[in-house]
């Protein structure tokens, strides 16, 4: 009798456990990653209008290794710093170089670096509307980018991040010499194509 009483009781016991509710784990939340800029396989490429006729490109060679992007599931708490080398202008021709880096255009003595951080993120895995400050020859304005991923993975054992944002300006609103000079010469609308290799 006790025997069967015992049996009974484990038998009740566990189907007690087997018809408790079961909760389901909480999702553990993505965690944002920070991206440090590859600055030998990064670069800014940049065109404009010469003269009304014709377009003339460049680009800028050397992104600073203060740029930083931090990529959250969530694009408003992502973010992007981008810090270029003025004086790394280079449109293959090392008079026209000389003369961007001088006071009528780039001024790089003075203004050293163009930066550009973002202020709000908005979008989805298709691609990014990035709006923040650039500050270029002394002078601070908001721009929108509109941003994509390239591509993402492992190479060579290291992580990597591939992301390109356009954007365009006016130099007008920046101040730039020349325009005051000789307007029509360039510009004033410049197009920049930003190309960014990350690494984790």
């Not at 018809?19 to 993505?30: G, K, L």
């Not at 961007?100 to 001024?107: A, E, K, Q, T, V």
């Not at 790089?108 to 990035?130: L, Q, R, T, Y």
Request: aromatic share 8%; proline share 4%; hydrophobic share 40%.
């Amino acid at each position: 009798m006790k025997l069967v009483l015992c049996s009974i009781s484990v038998a009740s016991l566990a189907g007690l456990f087997a018809s408790a509710p079961t909760h389901a784990a909480r999702p553990v939340p993505a965690r944002a990653d920070t991206w440090e800029v590859d600055g030998t396989h990064s670069f800014v490429v940049f065109h404009t209008k010469h003269v009304n006729i014709s377009e003339a490109w460049g680009r800028f060679d050397r992104i600073s290794d203060k740029s930083q992007v931090i990529v959250d599931a969530d694009p408003a708490k992502s973010s992007v710093l981008i810090v270029v080398e003025a004086d790394s202008v280079d449109t293959n021709v090392p008079d026209r170089d000389k003369h961007l880096r001088s006071g009528d255009f780039f001024s790089v003595k003075e203004f050293p670096e163009i930066v550009f951080e973002s202020k709000k993120i908005s979008g989805s895995e298709k691609g990014w509307d990035v709006t923040g400050d650039l500050t270029f020859h002394g002078v601070t304005k908001t721009v929108t980018a509109k941003a994509r991923q390239v591509g993402k993975g492992d190479f060579q054992g290291t992580p990597k991040l591939g992301l390109v944002a356009d954007l365009s300006i006016n130099m007008n609103d920046y101040g730039i010499e020349i325009l005051k000079k000789n307007p029509g010469v360039v510009g004033p609308e410049v197009a920049l194509t930003v190309s960014l290799e990350c690494s984790k």
